[in-house]
């Protein structure tokens, strides 16, 4: 009977292997030529003058472009589950990350009227080992939603490090992204998490998405070995909690970001940017030679 158990067990994980392998490859194959699509409409929308038929490729390129991002989410959660999609940590400028995700949303925030910052620590770490893609892509995903769901108030993005007391090379990684929005009933807080849920009220026109950046986020967060939460009241505001332990600081990262530089650790930080560069450059590569096979 055990055995029986075991064997129905392996079909069902093999079952689900075969699914994330094909929504993978069916999702590569829709982008392609979604890519090309959305290339060509932007192209033809800056040769035409009629304001009218601007308009009409405006919304070919949005429709286009929300279509992409759902690919992109369904890519990404169909390598989790098939376990092909890897971590790849290397020395990571926070600083300039999350200055990239504030600069990415601060226009979106601007014209709803609410105000977006970042708040770091004084003692953070000039470089922390982590995968930049995949943490910003959590970024990403959380202030995005953060903003979607704030119409008043503000957005804030907190981070913090702890060094551990027996080893200054490794610490606690500390994200807060905190909001002023619409809040998530208790009852919601965990199905949120799951793929293709969203909290009641939410999948409508006025908030777009099909509830994938959540499940992604917690995923990529679990791959790096860390957690993610939320605390939430209904009509006053979301903070959603990535904690992730264990981080390696890089030898000459550990001064204090706020003390004096000298030429050596400039030098030294500039290394890190250069290595990271070349990291993004060689992974993306990878990335795109995995998806051709």
Known sequence: MEQSIINERDKANEANRAKSEFLANMSHEIRTPMN?????????????????????????????????????????????????????????????????????????????????????ANNFPKAIMLDEIRIKQVLFNLVGNAVKFTN??????RVNFDYRPDNNNRGDLLIEVEDTGIGIPESQQLMIFDAFKQASGQANRTYEGVGLGLSISKRLVEKMKGTISVSSSVGKGSVFTVFIPGVEVPDSAITNISESENDGDKFKLLSYSLLMILNLIIDAVGRYLLAGA
């Open 152 to 157: 008043r108030g503000y957005v804030n993005i």
């Open 36 to 120: 090309a699509i959305l290339g060509f409409t932007e192209a033809l929308y800056y040769k035409l003058d009629s304001d009218q038929h601007r308009k009409m490729l405006q919304s070919v390129m949005s429709s286009g472009n929300l279509l992409l991002s759902l690919l992109n989410d369904i890519l990404d959660l169909s390598k989790i589950e098939a376990g092909k999609l890897e971590i790849h940590p290397y020395p990571v400028d926070v600083t300039g990350t999350l200055n990239d995700i504030e600069l990415l949303f601060k226009n979106k925030a601007a014209q709803k009227g609410i105000e977006i910052k970042v708040i770091k």
